[in-house]
């Protein structure tokens, strides 16, 4: 054997061990989330070294907080994370269709496929399968359609009540807003501990007021006031301090302020929303002046409660206008409610944009985060399902998707058809994944899955989890969100091809970024 031939073969070997030990990192990060998937999905419980423990169901949860070295299990993660900030639900399933697609196509490769080949095809059956899904997509045309409470519950795994919140939320902020990308219907959740579930027009402003001892309840048809800034007098360098005039400019700076507090006062003003601190001068006239001020305020409250209220953001030195000009940046609601037990207060009413709240509530801090994460997922499939349309759940569309695949590669001529049947492959596997979850045989159901869909020729043929018996998706309300599953499609065969191109993994310089991918 020539020297060359050793080398080509030793090469070869190297780069089938990077694949290998990729399809074995990108699976392990499925394993971890493939028991929690479906309604019959278990929690997993991560425990650090100092023994502290999380209980999540939840696919983003677990992997953020696993310890996670591998490069390749990174970047899974990565993939799931933008999953979750696309679309906010999915994560578990695009988790388990890249590794899935990474397996199926690595023994492609192992088989002698061309990588180029092989991504291709993986790409094709992707936008087959997007094409797909929108042939058999139901569209939803107003807010009372029985599926988006469907959709909620299945999303919200089964809790009825956060999937009623969620709906009421949705119709409370409208069509118009869910269908505008620039709203988030999930950013409506909010949760707390020991309160009661609700879903108001409001925003909540979680934290406190500095002198909350000293205000009623609440205060009907308040005006509020925003400022973007620390409120206090101009500062003065010390050493100016010193000199008569500097003294003088710093008295006259502090009647200015003063002065500029009255303002506030005039002005009718009843919440005053800082987003930096106040000082002792400004808590002192606030109190002294029944006016409740609230400092530290996330950037977040702060622009809901503009756009609720009407009120805009102003820095200090927009106070030495004039009382005119300053009343023109208040806001106003039909009520403020100042929560002492929950320590927050509820701006009711704005006058200005309607705002849905909603608010979940349970008895432990673990239960308030969980059940704010279930929201969350259903909040976010609701948006998804009404700005998309819907498909049939249960991993139903997908075993059908994965059928019409293979025929496609079946016709396909060239290398290609491999990587069509990876993604036809992979697309069994949130099925078979929930299937065993639920105690059942995953290869009998899938079986019986596939040839009553075949028999029926309808795409939404599902398993009942509970009763084991076939049923229309449809009709017993097993529906998700079409972009959820489109973009879990996308986002997994894009991570997968960019795992299946790597040859070679390399140590990188230390001082060079994370994350940086040049082509
Ligand atoms: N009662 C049910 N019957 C049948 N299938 C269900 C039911 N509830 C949920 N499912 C299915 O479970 C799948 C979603 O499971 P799950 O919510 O655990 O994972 P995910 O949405 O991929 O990830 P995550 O919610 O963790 O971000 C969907 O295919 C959904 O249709
Ligand atoms: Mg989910």
Redesign the pocket.
């Known amino acids: 054997m020539s020297d060359h031939m050793l080398t080509g073969h030793h090469e070869a070997e190297e780069n089938f061990r990077t694949l290998l030990n990729n399809t074995t990192a990108a699976q392990a990060v499925s394993r971890v989330v493939e028991g ?4 019959k ?1 278990l929690d997993v419980m991560l425990v650090d070294n100092l023994g502290r423990i999380a209980v999540s ?4 949860t677990i992997l953020k907080l696993m310890e996670a070295n591998h490069p390749v299990a990174r970047m899974i993660i990565s993939a799931v994370k933008s999953q979750q900030s696309e679309v906010g ?5 695009t988790a388990i269709l890249a590794a899935a697609i990474i397996a199926e196509g690595s023994s492609c490769i192992f088989k002698g496929v061309p990588v180029s080949s092989l991504v291709q095809g993986i790409d094709k059956g992707i936008k087959e399968a997007i094409r797909l899904i929108d042939e058999v997509t139901v569209h939803i045309s107003s807010l009372d359609h029985k599926y988006l409470f469907d959709t909620a519950l ?2 919200g ?2 809790h009825e009540d956060i999937a009623g919140l969620v709906v009421d939320g949705a119709s409370l902020i409208g069509m118009e807003n869910l269908l505008n990308p620039g709203y988030k219907l999930v950013d409506a959740v909010v949760s707390c501990e020991a309160a009661a579930d609700r879903v108001f027009n409001g925003v909540i402003i979680k934290r406190e007021p500095i002198n909350m001892h000293i205000l009623p309840e609440f205060i009907s048809n308040p005006v509020i006031i925003v400022i973007n800034d620390a409120l206090g007098p101009g500062k003065i360098d010390n050493d100016a301090l010193k000199t008569d005039s500097g003294f003088k400019h710093y008295m006259q700076s502090r009647d200015l302020y003063e002065h500029n507090l009255q303002k506030i006062r005039d002005a009718g003003v009843n919440l005053v929303v800082v987003d930096r601190g106040i000082d002792d001068m400004a808590e002192e006239f606030f109190s002294r002046s029944g006016i409740a001020v609230v400092q530290r305020v996330s950037a977040r409250e702060i622009d809901d409660l503009c756009r609720h209220t009407g009120a805009q953001k102003l820095k200090r030195s927009t106070l030495d206008e004039n009382l005119d000009q300053v009343k023109q940046y208040t806001g106003c609601a039909e009520q403020i409610r100042f929560d002492k037990k929950h320590r927050q207060i509820l701006v009711h009413g704005g006058r200005s944009e309607s705002f849905a709240t909603i608010l979940v509530g349970a008895s432990t801090r673990e239960a308030v985060e969980e059940r704010e994460r279930i929201a969350q ?1 259903a909040a976010a499939a609701v948006q998804a399902a009404v700005q998309d349309g819907i498909v049939a ?3 139903t569309l997908e075993v059908w998707l994965a059928e019409r695949l293979q025929e496609l590669a079946d016709a396909e001529d060239g290398l290609s058809s491999y990587g069509i049947s990876s993604v036809s492959e992979a697309l069994k596997r ?1 099925f078979l994944c ?1 299937t065993a979850n639920a105690g059942l045989n995953p290869l009998k159901k899938l079986g019986e899955v596939l040839s009553s869909q075949k028999e029926t020729g309808s795409s939404s043929i599902s398993l009942d ?1 509970s009763s084991e018996k076939l049923v229309d998706a449809f009709e017993k309300g ?1 529906v ?1 969100p079409a972009g959820v599953k489109i973009n879990a499609l996308k986002t997994a065969g894009e991570v997968a091809a960019s795992v299946l191109r790597i040859n070679m993994i390399i140590k990188m310089q230390a001082d060079k970024p994370d994350n940086t991918f040049i082509n």
């Open positions: 929690t998937i479906g309604p999905g169901n939840d696919g983003l639900d999915g994560t578990t399933t299945i999303a795994r089964g997922d759940g249960g991993g949130p929930m989890y097993i998700d």
